[in-house]
């Protein structure tokens, strides 16, 4: 079996609407100021505490022998940690390819836009398939025309299980022996980007083709043309690296006659990319005095780390796997945007996520998985059985998605059991007398109990996902010290800690909601006695004024 995406770049647990209950309950609940400002303090005391340790490990190991391999010199006279392959490649290595790449794709659609806008979607396949066929070679550029011709013909059809079967044994071609060796015998050239081009591009190739060949089979009228998914497969800045849009999505959007931008909208584009150059140098400088990334992968300089440096060390692995997808999406999507395409958002952060339901790192991904496979099969996710089956079929594609391997496969079921286990929960809950113990109590003490059962679920979300970025080792480790060496004195400082990181968070929540969804005003108070009783000539008519009456 292959485990090609060693990263998990597109880790994605497939998100789901829970029942109304449990988001009307305490989402506006707010508690008094004093008690927010604590927990903030708190927060911050801890995370600089724990900063503080990370730093003082990394500046006393800078020379150990297991940090000679990705501990390399840096600037300010410092060693930088460079043990992630893509960071590295993004904003480093291949630098210099990529700006070429994208800034050329920039160019050229710009140029096409001004001179003849209906043709710009069909520029933009020719510029695509110029630069794929540049990187990996003329076979390569065969072998992905082939697969979309095959997935293509199929999708005539219209038949939608037989376009899941094509499509996920295809995608299985390039996850197992001897198909995967064979195709990417086919590739020329032998450049350190080839590997990881090589399976994202295929990976992604075969996704987008089956979102093309089920939109087909619910277009009533007439097929798509081939030209369609040719435009759309090889559009440049999602072909190797993503993120997926849904093939009627995309359809709309590069189709539409209208190029006029809203109003501060570049502005808005260009902001967009100087936040993202400003927090690459940001993560550049901390690779400089804190090395997250290697310390984990020496399990012997882990076990002689403190309670605090080790689980701030799981805590800041995901945030910064998540800050790379933020940024690396981000690039993207500015190049996208200007080319008058609404793609899939970024990632939630990580440290904004509680609840599994909410938990992916590749919005495309996860709409796929919802919109195809999840939602279909789900219903209204209020079935348990329903739900169980969408979930597993969801996991089932997403393993298969990402490489079966026994990390992934780890991965899935304590996540697809964490998605479930909250549904469960959250009927249990809405039962008698469950529901009337919540309706007679405060919603500020509704709030604080829903953050207490919070708590040990974000840890359950930090340790499975931790699966995926690191080894199975380095989980276990954190959770025994965690929950059994450090118990009980770190394992109540780091929850309690983690309780006021979930109040700052459901209070951030309770000001959007009340922004998105305001209280209504409360009704005007009746006339007195006085008032009702009095002739009306107690008071001269005025005279009416239309707007006025419109404010009214």
């Not at 502005?267 to 993202?276: A, E, R, T």
């Amino acid at each position: 079996m292959n485990c090609s995406v060693g990263k998990f770049f597109g880790l994605s647990t497939a998100a789901f609407k829970p029942p109304k209950l449990f988001n009307i309950m305490g989402i506006k609940a707010a508690l008094p100021k004093y008690e927010i400002y604590f927990y903030s303090t708190v927060l911050c005391l801890a995370m600089f505490w724990a900063a503080s340790w990370i730093f003082e490990v990394s500046s006393s190991n800078v020379n150990r022998k297991a940090f000679k391999t990705s501990v390399k010199p840096g600037y300010f006279g410092r060693k930088m940690d460079t043990a992630d392959f893509e960071w590295m490649m993004w904003f480093s290595t291949f630098r210099e390819h990529i700006l070429f790449a994208l800034s050329g794709h920039v160019l050229f659609a710009k140029i096409c836009s001004m001179l003849a806008p209906q043709y710009r979607s069909l520029v933009c396949m020719v510029y695509g398939l110029l630069a794929v066929w540049t990187s990996m070679g003329w076979t390569y550029v065969s072998l992905m025309l082939s697969h979309c011709i095959l997935l293509y013909s199929i999708s005539l059809v219209k038949i939608r299980w037989l376009c899941f079967v094509a499509g996920f044994c295809t995608l299985a071609t390039f996850k197992c022996e001897p198909f995967v060796s064979w195709q990417a015998g086919l590739v020329e050239g032998d450049f350190e980007l080839r590997h990881i081009l090589f399976y994202r591009g295929c990976g992604f190739t075969i996704m987008r083709c089956m979102s093309f060949a089920l939109e087909n089979c619910e277009r009533k009228d007439g097929n798509y043309n081939i030209l369609e998914l040719l435009k759309y497969n090889f559009y440049l800045p999602f072909f190797y690296f993503g993120p997926i849009m849904t093939f009627d999505k995309f359809y709309e959007q590069v189709n539409k006659s209208d190029l006029t931008r809203k109003e501060r909208e570049l502005w808005n584009i260009s902001l967009q990319g100087l936040i993202h150059l400003g927090v690459i140098i940001v993560v550049d400088v901390l690779f400089h005095f804190m090395y997250i990334l290697t310390i984990p992968s020496d399990i012997k300089l882990l076990k002689h780390l403190s309670d605090w440096a080790l689980v701030g060390l799981a805590y800041v692995n995901l945030v910064y796997d998540w800050v790379k997808a933020a940024v690396m999406f981000g690039v993207i999507n500015t190049v996208s945007r200007l080319d008058h395409l609404d793609p899939p958002k970024p990632p939630k952060c990580i440290t904004m996520l509680y609840v599994f339901s909410e938990t992916h790192f590749d919005r495309g991904i996860n709409e796929w998985l919802c919109k195809y496979v999840y939602n279909y099969l789900g219903g209204k996710h209020e079935n348990v059985v329903e739900e169980l089956v969408a979930t597993l079929c969801t996991f089932g594609v997403t393993i298969l998605w990402l490489g079966p391997c026994e990390v992934v496969l780890f991965w899935a079921f304590f996540n697809c059991f964490g998605l479930n286990f909250e549904l469960w929960t959250i009927k249990v809950f809405s039962m008698e007398p469950f529901a009337s113990f919540e309706m007679a109590m405060s919603e500020a003490m509704s709030r604080r109990i829903r953050a207490i059962f919070n708590t040990f679920n974000f840890w359950c979300i930090v340790l499975y996902n931790l699966m995926g970025l690191n080894s199975l080792d380095f989980v276990k480790l954190v959770a025994k010290r965690l929950l059994l060496k450090g118990f009980p004195i770190t394992t109540i400082i780091v929850m309690f800690v983690t309780y006021c990181l979930i109040q700052v968070i459901k209070e951030k929540e309770r000001r959007q909601a009340l922004v998105d969804d305001p209280d209504p005003l409360p009704p005007a108070p009746p006339l007195n006695a006085a008032t009702a009783t009095s002739p009306p000539t107690a008071a001269p008519q005025a005279v009416a004024d239309p707007s006025k009456e419109k404010a009214e």
